[in-house]
């Protein structure tokens, strides 16, 4: 699964709007991707909250250097 989000402007503790992610601690940098890449079973667990609106998902995440964010871990 592939979810395409536009980046935030700052650290996730700034806030963001619908259909944007960012990390807990900064901005995104402008060669970061901004792709999330999932192909495991446990995708289901955070999809569902992504498309209901005031929702949102904690995903540990790192950055695979070939255009994805790859989930490693859902929560905090």
Request: charged share 15%; hydrophobic share 30%.
């Amino acid at each position: 699964m592939r979810i395409r989000f536009q980046p935030g402007g700052g650290a996730a503790p700034q806030g963001l709007s619908p259909g944007q992610c960012t990390w807990s601690d900064r901005a995104l940098r402008p060669d970061e991707p901004t792709t999330i890449c999932d192909s495991s079973a446990s995708a289901a667990q955070y999809v569902g909250q992504l498309v209901q609106s005031g929702q949102y998902a904690i995903l540990q995440v790192y950055n695979d250097g070939q255009g994805c964010m790859k989930v490693t871990r859902i929560g905090s």
